[in-house]
């Protein structure tokens, strides 16, 4: 899979990489052809024949079969490109079609192209184009099996389950919710009675996807071992310049690094809920009811700070919903503000087209996608973004965070097409996040106008509290989500399990439980985005680790010397131009080697995730005394 859009994570963060497809104007058949060199010609049986010659693809051979791949795959993408927007912007029967005929054409074509390097496997070839034919290997998400009506079929799938999530809606007492209608009920109600229907409500929607995604599960597996993988959740694991086992391990100290902060963090939200409910609705003690987290999938906790806002500190004595809507902003400031902090760093401004082309506001007439997502629609400079734009706090920060990728795809474009990538998936997520970070500082917000004074230090708990609710407390969902995909794609679980094992493992990295027996026939995991939409999700966990890495890398280059969490990298021009030379590599080289030109490091570490919020996890441990922490 080629990654071209983007989609940002729901909530604080945010969706990389959904499949782009395309037609061809030349069958890969010819391409491949036109490179390989041909079998020797059999000789006549009249004749004595010589012994053939030994003949084998070349170094050259290699370099020649990539540079054509990528001028195929350059034109496929564009065209792909412009089919899904419309698809997104515009859903119909017709638009669906042509989406799935366009997915169909590029998967196919892509895994010939994929299969076709592997050719190359044991000629010596090098360094750039032994990346290149990696990368092919790698580029596809749902690989289809190289057989006819294979990437046809999964195409279908794959469209008809984004779509039936798109155009979801459930009906309550009479009413009719769509997504956004439940999502803000469970944002603003306390009533449990209603929040239990909301969440149990729109997992209705997801419990006909269930056959079609075991389908296209069981056809993606089919093509990732006739790529080499042990399975598909194995070749996505191969996706970060290292084994999939030990990408895996990986992950698993970084959840390590920062598990017990999320343990301090679930103990307090958890005894809060109790004083709100009481005990037959929230115990204290054992996992948190999902459904009391103010987000549809309890990813976020920032909603409740109400519910769990410390009583004996002052609050924050400002709001940004509030501040937004004093100054006046819509839609369209809030991105041209977003615009704003990236020109600051010495960018340059989105083009034209950028505000001529991109959905920023919901259309009234007709069914659109409106999770956050950033385009790259030609792999130049015609870059959208499609939200459905509100004017909020929350969406202020989705901006700065779709802007991130935009950035990033503009900064890339001069590589080489198979380059045109974060340096990994999660480099991608993480870009937006780390500008968002200095984004919702009240230092940020006083520099440009929306506060009139930055709060003293008093107010920093209920600031790391609200940051927490939405950064920490999304780590191990952001883990989760892609633990149950690889259990899928091995086949440690089956279908009949796919629900329960969901909730086991709910429950293991989250401490949660669903507020009532789930019905037999349920597929909750569906009712998240990136699971129908089939997105990687590691991406976002690691995004939540990479950008405290790089703000404080970025605050070091300043010489800021407060916390950690009120540094605004806002108008630092030498912070731009070594970020933007970080950007500027794309996936030409190994992750760790964009990672070392930023930072310094060439590891992962969740340190900074540490001291960003140091002062509110020694509150939080002294809130916590003589609590049962742990579920």
């Given amino acids: 899979m080629i990654k071209r859009l983007l989609v940002s994570v729901a909530g604080p963060a945010l969706i990389s990489g959904v499949l782009l497809s395309g037609c061809t104007s030349m069958p890969p058949e010819a391409l491949i052809k036109d490179i390989v060199p041909p079998a020797p010609k059999a000789p006549s049986l009249t004749e004595t024949p010589a012994p053939p010659p030994v003949v084998g693809p070349t170094a050259e051979d290699a370099k020649a079969y990539v540079e054509a791949a990528e001028a195929k795959l350059a034109t496929m993408g ?15 029967y017709d638009t669906m079609w042509l989406e799935s005929k366009a997915n169909a054409d590029y998967t196919e074509a892509n895994v010939k192209l994929a299969m076709g390097a592997a050719k190359f496997n044991d000629v010596q070839v090098d360094e750039v184009t032994r990346r290149k034919l990696n990368l092919l290997k790698l580029s596809l998400t749902l690989p289809a099996a190289d ?22 809606k459930f009906t309550y007492k009479g009413k009719v919710y769509t997504l956004d209608d439940a999502s803000e009920v469970m944002a603003t109600s306390r009533d449990p009675v209603l929040l239990r229907a909301m969440f149990e409500g729109w997992r209705t929607i997801s419990v006909p996807m269930k056959g079609d995604y075991t389908k296209l599960a069981a056809l993606a597996n089919e093509g990732a071992k006739g790529l080499g993988f042990a399975d598909t959740g194995a070749l996505w694991r191969s996706n970060y310049d290292m084994g999939p086992d030990e990408f895996a391990a990986e992950t698993d100290r970084l959840w390590g690094q920062v598990e017990p902060f999320y343990q301090n963090l679930h103990c307090y939200v958890r005894r809060k809920l109790n004083e709100k409910y009481g005990d ?41 919903d509030k501040l937004l809507v004093a100054k006046k902003y819509d839609a369209t400031k809030m991105v041209k503000t977003g615009e704003g902090f990236y020109t600051s760093l010495g960018l340059a401004a989105l083009p034209q087209t950028f505000w001529e082309r991109s959905q920023i506001v919901r259309p009234k007439d ?38 991130g990728h935009n950035y990033y795809q503009r900064a890339y474009k001069d590589q080489p097409f198979l380059f045109k990538n974060g340096a990994n ?44 609710l939405g950064k920490v407390a999304f780590l191990p969902f952001g883990l989760m989500v892609d633990r149950w995909r690889w259990e899928v794609y091995s ?9 329960s094992r969901w ?28 699971v129908p939409g089939n997105v990687p999700y590691t991406r976002y966990f690691l995004a939540h680790i990479y950008q405290f890495q790089f703000q404080k890398a970025a605050c070091d280059q300043i010489g800021w010397k407060g916390p950690l969490h009120r540094c605004s990298i806002y108008g630092h021009k030498e912070v731009g131009t070594k970020f933007n030379a970080m950007l500027e590599m794309g996936q030409s080289k190994p992750w760790p080697d964009a990672l070392e030109s930023f930072t310094g490091t060439r590891q992962t570490d969740a340190s900074a995730v540490a001291e960003y919020f140091k002062p509110l996890n020694e509150w939080l441990i002294v809130q916590n005394k003589g609590q049962q922490c742990g579920w």
């Fill in 366 to 403: 007709r069914e659109v996608v409106c999770h956050a997502s950033a385009w790259d629609v030609d792999n130049i400079d015609d870059l959208r973004i499609k939200m459905c734009t509100n004017v909020n706090g929350e969406d202020f920060y989705t901006v700065h965070h779709e802007l």
């Fill in 78 to 92: 564009e065209y792909a490109a412009r089919v899904q927007w419309v698809r997104n912007t515009y859903i119909t």
């Fill in 503 to 530: 909730w086991e493992l709910v429950n293991q990295y989250q401490g949660l439980t669903p507020p009532g027996v789930r019905p037999t026939d349920a597929f909750d995991p569906g009712a998240k985005y990136h």
């Fill in 147 to 168: 057989k006819p009506g294979a990437a046809e079929e999964m195409a279908k799938l794959a469209t008809s389950l984004d779509s039936t999530y798109a155009t979801g």
């Fill in 491 to 499: 086949g440690k679980i089956t279908p009949a399990q796919y629900n």
């Fill in 280 to 320: 037959a609705v929230q115990p204290n003690k054992g996992p948190i009811r999902a459904d009391l987290l103010g987000n549809m999938w309890a990813q976020d906790w920032a909603n409740i700070y109400d519910v769990v806002a410390p009583k004996n500190i002052k609050g924050s004595s400002y709001s940004l």
């Fill in 425 to 468: 998936d999660g480099f991608h997520e993480a870009i937006g996040d780390f500008i968002g970070l200095s984004a919702v500082t009240p230092v940020y917000l006083n520099q440009i106008g929306l506060l009139d004074k930055v709060p003293g230090e008093s107010e920093d708990i209920p600031y790391l509290l609200k940051m927490a």
